[in-house]
T-cell receptor, first 114, second 116 residues
Framework: GNSVTQMEGPVTLSEEAFLTINCTYTATGYPSLFWYVQYPGEGLQLLLKATKADDKGSNKGFEATYRKETTSFHLEKGSVQVSDSAVYFCALTDYGGSQGNLIFGKGTKLSVKP | DAMVIQNPRYQVTQFGKPVTLSCSQTLNHNVMYWYQQKSSQAPKLLFHYYDKDFNNEADTPDNFQSRRPNTSFCFLDIRSPGLGDAAMYLC???????????????FGPGTRLLVL
């Protein structure tokens, strides 16, 4: 079945460091790929998405490129801030059923220190 | 602002006492979802409504039920909460475009359920 694998956390960085969170997927067909962010005690917010191969999603300085050849969608940011501390979930849309259901990775907790 | 609203943000119930969580949306989206998220885990889909059509995930326990009286509201009913049902419950909505591309799901802030 379809699945998402994320690098395990927690990830601890200093402010202004470069961030990469790896995400790979297994899917039949052509899923859409997403990164969601969850701040402490809150729901999930869409960070960015890509719907086809070679698409790059970007938002708030974060980027991820849909790589079909490596089945990857790694999240990157050039210079993290303390306010980026959160849990990041990689996800794909599974169209195996009647409706696109999200399949999430396990999440990667990011802590950014001043 | 259009949004997904969940009330209450925190709910305490007793073991075995029925509880209802509510979700409302001002986005006018066709699809509403309920997810369960336990501590340090990914959200797990319980079920969803596509308009009035109810779609249950195969591994969702019978203890969990849902109602959608109209487009804007959706309820999660837990008939006999157990200690293992303590979790964050997330409501989400989406509006299928019919293109087969990934429609974004918009999440509410969640309701954290505590079972005593």
């Amino acid at each position: 079945g379809n699945s998402v694998t994320q690098m395990e956390g927690p990830v601890t960085l200093s402010e202004e460091a470069f961030l990469t969170i790896n995400c790979t997927y297994t899917a039949t067909g052509y899923p859409s790929l997403f990164w969601y962010v969850q701040y402490p005690g809150e729901g999930l917010q869409l960070l960015l998405k890509a719907t086809k191969a070679d698409d790059k999603g970007s938002n708030k300085g974060f980027e991820a490129t849909y790589r079909k050849e490596t089945t990857s969608f790694h999240l990157e940011k050039g210079s993290v801030q303390v306010s980026d501390s959160a849990v990041y979930f990689c996800a794909l849309t599974d169209y195996g059923g009647s409706q696109g259901n999200l399949i999430f990775g396990k999440g990667t907790k990011l802590s950014v220190k001043p | 602002d259009a949004m997904v609203i969940q009330n209450p943000r925190y709910q305490v119930t007793q073991f075995g006492k029925p509880v209802t969580l509510s979700c409302s949306q001002t986005l006018n989206h066709n699809v509403m979802y309920w997810y369960q998220q336990k501590s340090s885990q990914a959200p797990k889909l319980l079920f969803h409504y596509y308009d009035k059509d109810f779609n249950n995930e195969a591994d969702t326990p019978d203890n969990f039920q849902s109602r959608r009286p109209n487009t804007s509201f959706c309820f999660l009913d837990i008939r006999s909460p157990g200690l293992g049902d303590a979790a964050m419950y997330l409501c989400a909505t989406s509006s299928p475009s019919g293109t087969g591309l990934g429609e974004t799901q918009y999440f509410g802030p969640g309701t954290r359920l505590l079972v005593l």
